[in-house]
């Protein structure tokens, strides 16, 4: 007797069905596939119980006839393909047949459908597989599906899911994710009887972005386009970037997908201004040949696999650097734009009182919080021995060739008005600096603050950047070479890494065993021992993840951050005047290249509303 055997069409019908139908949200989104795919310009969905007691989707799609709707019953009933050369190129969001029987096969299942140059419709109804009725029947044009009692052949399945709760959650999700992707199409989303949102059709990507989002702030426009590859969309600024990679959607030719290579290309093109532990929110779509994208990788279609994915990874990179630094112009035409108000603007103080000797704020969260609060106690004659030292950050930049950041600052005599706007500000007016650590402006829009340390770590990272790439960070002969023992793994990295070491102003020999000599060190990072250093570069080229942090930029963003003003230090007019010209020419400004942003707008209208002014 045989060992093997066939399987009963019934119990091959719910195997298909575990791996389309993974749970009530699972229905909606093949449903709404197959509602998009027939041309729907509006969708209703309903769910009750979490989505097992009732899930409805109800389109105006095409429509099907009696024969039609029998047919698509069956499984590997489809009109999208034909031959298995259509695989090579589809373009429809459904094409496997297998979603319509799945969900008949694990439900009460009914379908009401009429095309649209016809007069009367069809139904049928199935029984957990087995059809029970199939007739004409009176309705109107598009197609109506309702799936009732999800699971209740299959109570194992069923005692899987979640809480009715979280599973209306994930309904939600999908609604939501499927009105990105299409936002000329209207949906209707009802939970337990509760309309939760009701969308237009013929919204643009932003007005449906901030209906969903709830979201009244601007966003980062995305948009490029090659021979064969064109992505738009929208991206929140990097500061209100996800905890978790959820709020990213992203769409491949109007399919939702998530795919790793495109997360973590726009992660990679957002690199320097995300903060730890955050992700880039909002959505994308990336459009290309279909010929070029394998959509058939993963049963519930979830996953895409790209035919030329380097040259997709790189295109995607650059689209969002390229949006990253059309940011950089807007939010520089923002806090330096000419002033359009003069009257009714703030009268500068005539003797600013005690500027910078405010004790350091207790909410600030800066890495240098105790190094501020030890200085902002300092005596006024401390501080101004130190203003040579601030200075010598804040002086312009050497060539990369040599990076010498030591030049003084040319002192220019003070002017009459001591914060009066110069040409090169004249939309900005300074007011003072608050807790020795914020620079407050006004313009024409209302009140700037800016944080001086992450502005002046932001400028000195793109200066290291720039001299790295150029090979031209300098390296500083030491003295007496350091000896180092290294581990074995560490011997490793260092080997491995051994040409950007030295880029970075490293020269390491072997002398024997596990023992290395140090012979010069990074000129810029002259104040820390070029031992630890040294092992503190490697332990972060070990940790590399790949993901979008690369260890060298953390590296460099790290020697910046050691080497800007810090927080506490008092600044005069003049360093002040200088760090802000910086900023207005810089060409990446706006986060320090750990993420945190370099300064904030508050309108005029906000800080009346503050006071009750209306």
């Known amino acids: ?16 069905a575990g791996e389309v139908i993974e749970r009530p949200a699972s229905v909606i989104k093949e449903l709404l596939e197959n509602s998009l795919d027939a041309g729907a310009t509006r969708l209703e969905i309903e769910a009750e119980g979490g989505g097992a007691k009732l899930l409805k989707v109800i389109d105006n799609g095409c429509g099907m006839d009696e024969d039609d709707v029998l047919l698509c019953l069956e499984r590997h009933g489809t009109s999208k393909i034909r031959q298995a050369a259509d695989l090579d190129g589809i373009a429809t969001l459904g094409f496997r047949g297998e979603a319509i029987p799945s ?9 009401i459908s009429r095309p649209q140059n016809a007069e009367l419709g069809a139904k049928a109804t199935v029984e957990y597989g087995k059809l029970t009725a199939a007739h004409a029947v009176g309705c109107g044009k598009g197609t109506v599906i309702e799936a009732r009692f999800l699971f209740g052949n ?10 009715a709760r979280t599973e209306l959650h994930h309904i939600d999700e999908i609604v939501r994710t499927y009105a990105l992707a299409h936002p000329e199409i209207g949906f209707v989303l009802r939970l337990d009887g509760r309309e939760v949102f009701s969308l237009a059709p013929g919204q643009s990507l932003e007005e449906r972005l901030r209906l969903l989002l ?17 992505i738009n969309g929208l991206l929140l600024p990097p500061e209100l970037g996800a905890s978790a990679g959820t709020m990213l959607r992203l769409f491949v030719n109007g399919r939702a997908v998530r795919d790793r290579l495109f997360s973590h290309a726009v992660a990679e093109g957002m690199t320097g201004f995300l903060m730890k532990g955050r992700f880039p929110a909002g959505a994308l779509h990336l459009s290309l040949p279909a010929g070029d994208v394998d959509v058939n990788v993963h049963p519930a279609k979830h996953e895409v696999r790209f035919r030329h994915g380097q040259d997709v990874h790189a295109f995607i990179v650059e689209a969002v650097r390229q949006a990253m630094r059309i940011e950089q112009r807007h939010s520089q035409e923002r806090i330096f734009s000419p002033a359009l108000r ?16 405010h004790p350091v704020s207790p909410w600030h969260q800066c890495d240098e919080l105790e190094e501020g609060r030890a200085l902002a106690t300092a005596e006024p004659e401390m501080r101004r021995d130190e203003s040579a030292e601030i200075r010598r950050h804040l002086a312009p930049a050497a060539p990369p060739g040599g990076m010498n950041f030591q030049d003084a600052l040319e002192e220019a005599p003070a002017p009459a008005n001591m914060f009066a706007a110069s040409d090169e500000l004249a939309g900005l007016r300074v007011v003072g600096q608050a807790a020795s650590l914020y620079i407050l402006c006004e313009n024409a829009e209302g009140l700037v ?24 960070l300098a390296g500083q002969r030491l003295l007496f070479p350091l000896s180092i023992e290294l581990s074995p793994g560490q011997a490793r990295i260092l080997e491995n890494r051994r040409d950007e070491l030295s880029r970075l102003g490293f020269a390491i020999e072997e002398f024997g065993g596990a023992t290395h000599i140090i012979t010069a060190a990074p000129a810029f990072a002259a104040d820390s021992d070029p031992a630890t250093l040294l092992l503190q570069i490697l332990q972060q080229f070990s940790e590399d993840k790949g993901d979008h942090s690369h ?6 963003a790290g020697m910046a951050c050691k080497a800007a003003v810090k927080a506490g230090r008092e600044l005069n007019e003049a360093e002040i005047r200088e760090l802000l010209k910086k900023m ?21 209208k906000e800080v009346r509303q503050w006071f009750y002014r209306g």
């Open 103 to 111: 969900i008949a096969a694990v439900s009460r299942f009914s379908i």
């Open 551 to 556: 260890p060298l930029t953390d590296i460099l």
């Open 449 to 472: 603050i800016i944080d001086q340390h992450a502005a002046h770590e932001r400028l000195l990272y793109e200066e290291l950047l720039a001299a790295y790439e150029a090979r031209q």
């Open 154 to 163: 299959t109570p194992a399945r069923r005692k899987f899911l979640r809480s």
């Open 342 to 357: 003069p009257e009714g603007s703030a009268r500068p103080l005539a003797s600013p009182p005690g500027l910078g000797q």
């Open 584 to 604: 207005a020419k810089a060409d990446m400004f706006s986060h320090c290249p750990h993420g945190r942003p370099v300064a904030r707008i508050f309108s005029h």
């Open 214 to 230: 709830q979201r009244a702030g601007a966003f980062i426009a995305v948009a490029r386009r090659s021979q064969n590859l064109a």
């Open 1 to 16: 007797m045989p060992n093997i055997h066939i399987l009963p069409e019934h119990l091959a019908n719910q195997i298909a």
